[in-house]
């Protein structure tokens, strides 16, 4: 067959819209469509066998596959290639409606949604006892696991959890407040709780390592108030991270925040081959396309939205975000109460976070992406629902 490209992107038609896919464009076409954007697929391209291009294909690790081009009806091996494609690791989307219906969601998928839709909006205050000094003691129950999650429609990553799933749970609190973590590894290998935030030195997280079957607790008073987070500072720090031990830690100020729609973000990508190199999918809590699929984000035309952004992303310098149609104000840290910036795209590194505040003045959806294309096409993609 002649072959123009393979490549993972994003379906953007049919019941499969916003899933990854892996994408076979084929050479040439007997028609010259108007509307054509794929005009370079005319000429060119290379020969591959079947089987080459099967194998090219089960290596991107992505089991949705789409057939373009040019005009695939021309190859006279199309009916092979497709029948290889349909067998048990691989699933075809057709170009018009009326494929075969969308797959039943596994009880794995399930549970990453649910966990990514609940992320955005739930958070952990633990158990408060009230104290002399108007403050509280919050104690909380972590535990390391190891589990498979699912990353994307169809992807399993052996992921390295805080109770469970990839991020951890968001601890919140004020501050001043008291803090007392009950840390518990499940997992096979030492593990720890590293908290951004101002400390004792035998609270850090670093040298206190603790082992499988043991637990240890974290004591330390909140502070400074802002946005920070948590995550694994075992050796190798990468591997961990990449793996998902990472978590929200939100520190409120004493005297709160103007009432406003909040919600969590958290962003990361998954190195699914383990090579220890690159991402093959990037997420916002855990989940590739989940706002986008699955629960476009349910917004109010004029209401204050809150943004609590994090980026934990492994094995790239950068992540960011960017909103179609509005502009934000950033708080970088959340540390202050006066914004510093007014923009509609933020670049992060690793560890760095901040809030953001914005109103949507028109009905309509509209995306929120990063702005690293790359990225919202590997599964960092997702719309408001705006409302009147």
């Known amino acids: 067959m002649r072959i123009t490209e393979i490549y993972k992107s994003v379906q953007g038609e049919t019941q499969y819209a916003g899933l990854p896919c892996t994408l076979v464009r084929t050479t040439g076409c007997d028609l ?32 949705l596959v789409l057939l373009t081009g040019g005009e695939p009806m021309l190859q006279k091996e199309l009916p092979a290639l497709a029948a290889l ?31 990514a839709v609940r992320t955005l909006t739930e958070f952990d205050y633990g158990k408060a006892t009230p104290l002399r ?31 469970g799933a990839v991020p951890g749970p968001t601890i919140r609190c004020t501050e001043g ?5 009950h840390f518990t590894n499940h997992g096979t290998m030492p593990h720890s709780m590293h908290f951004h935030g101002i400390h004792r030195a035998g609270m850090d997280g670093v040298f206190e390592q603790v082992v ?9 008073r909140a502070q400074p108030f802002g946005l920070h987070l948590y995550h694994c500072h075992t050796m190798p720090v990468k591997m961990h991270i990449s793996r998902g031990l990472f978590g929200v830690f939100l520190v409120d100020p004493k005297q709160p925040r103007p009432k406003a729609r909040e919600m969590v973000m958290v962003m990361n990508g998954f190195d699914t081959d383990l090579n220890g190199e690159d ?11 989940v706002f986008f699929r699955d629960y476009p984000i349910p917004v109010k035309a004029g209401e204050l939205q809150r943004i609590y952004l994090v980026n934990m992303t492994e094995l790239d310098l950068v992540n960011s975000m960017h909103t179609h149609a509005t502009f934000f104000h950033v708080y970088p840290t ?12 933020i670049t992060m590194g ?18 929120f992406h990063a702005h690293q294309n790359e990225f919202a096409e590997l599964g960092w993609l997702g719309q408001f629902d705006v409302k009147p």
């Open 334 to 345: 959340g540390t202050s109460l006066t914004p510093t910036l007014y923009t509609d795209t």
């Open 350 to 367: 690793q560890g760095e976070r901040a809030i953001l505040e914005f109103r949507y003045l028109y009905p309509g959806r509209y995306l």
């Open 32 to 63: 010259r469509c108007t509307y054509c954007d794929s005009a370079f697929a005319f000429h060119g391209g290379r020969d591959m066998a079947v089987d080459d291009i099967v194998a090219e294909v089960g290596k991107l690790g992505v089991p």
């Open 133 to 163: 000094d108007g403050t509280s003691l919050r104690e909380y129950w972590i535990e390391a696991e190891h589990v498979d999650v699912e990353v994307a429609p169809g992807v399993r990553f052996p992921a390295w959890t805080f109770n």
């Open 279 to 289: 991402n093959e999918f990037y997420t916002v809590n855990g989940y590739a396309n």
């Open 212 to 220: 499988p079957g043991q637990t240890f607790i974290y004591e330390f």
């Open 85 to 115: 494609l349909l067998g048990p690791a691989h699933l075809t989307a057709q170009r018009s409606p009326g494929g075969p219906p969308a797959p039943e969601i596994g009880p794995l998928a399930r549970a990453a949604r649910d966990h």
């Open 177 to 181: 407040d008291s803090i007392r973590i």
